[in-house]
């Protein structure tokens, strides 16, 4: 899928500076051929699904809802590239899938989809332990 | 003694992080707002470490507001300071753990204390790296 060449185009220069190492696996996880089909596999679900999911992550979504690169969430993928990925790393899989679901199909605002996903997909929440 | 105007300032900022828990799931700037008004304390390091200690209590009220909320939102862009809402709630949190030093992050690990002192210094001019020794020492007057 082409993705926009002003990916970045929303961060100011601090958030550039500051957030450049994450931009960068976002760049790595772009370039990625095989990791849709792996996914796919893995997890058996359709690859479309995969695709959309990945696309509005950590491709032409990231300009169009003005998303920051997340350090948490790129890691995961890549795990989830290499079938390593963790119950917590699924919950995510499933939270971008529901999420872009409504988001891009269902023409829902960002804000209400991560609004409904996150209760059932709380993949934030689970992330870190209270503290 | 404490500067009243840091303080009224500093309260002031408390009671946003506490009001968080209105914006259940949903944006909101408060979180910057606080950045802004610990960063005006900022200009007297000092005095953040002395508020920290003087309102321990209080602050870790505001803490399980501050994570509760941040636990739940997605990093969106609200207010007028760089980065995302998430990490707004991450930059609060470290200015309300100056004193205990038990930084705890809810967005990555890469924005460590250290770096948020190189961002703050580097956008507000406020330079608060020797508050993160551990030798750094509360002054009673």
């Known amino acids: 899928m082409p993705i926009s060449s002003n990916k970045w185009g929303h961060l100011n220069r601090y958030e550039r500076l500051y957030l450049q190492p994450v931009m960068d696996v976002y760049d790595q996880i772009q370039a990625m051929e095989e990791d849709v089909l792996i996914i796919a596999e893995y997890y058996q679900l359709p690859t479309q699904e995969i695709e959309r999911a990945k696309d509005y992550a950590f491709g032409n979504g990231v300009a169009r809802y003005q998303f920051y690169p997340d350090i948490d969430m790129s890691r995961a993928w890549l795990r989830l590239a290499k079938r390593e990925g963790t119950d917590v790393d699924r919950i995510l899989l499933f939270h971008e899938i529901y999420e872009s679901q409504l988001v891009i199909i269902q023409g829902m605002n960002q804000q209400k989809a991560h609004s409904i996903v996150q209760k059932r997909y709380p993949w934030s929440d689970l992330l870190n332990p209270p503290s | ?141």
């Open chain 2, 1 to 141: 003694m404490i500067n009243p105007i840091f303080e009224k300032k500093f309260l002031e900022a408390l009671d946003l992080c506490n009001s968080l828990s209105e914006f259940a799931c949903q944006p909101s700037d408060r979180p910057c707002q606080a950045i802004h008004l610990f960063c005006e304390i900022g200009a007297e390091p000092q005095s953040l470490l002395e508020l920290n200690a003087l309102y321990s209590e209080q602050i870790l009220i505001a803490k399980k507001s501050i994570e509760k909320y941040a636990r739940i939102v997605d990093n969106w862009k609200t207010g007028n300071c760089p980065f995302g809402v998430k990490d707004h709630c991450n930059i609060v949190n470290f200015f309300l753990s100056l004193n205990t030093q038990d930084f705890y992050f809810f967005r990555g690990d890469n924005f460590t204390p250290e770096l948020i002192c190189e961002f703050l210094q580097d956008w507000k001019g406020i330079d608060l790296f020797p508050l993160l020794s551990k030798k750094a020492q509360l002054v009673t007057h």
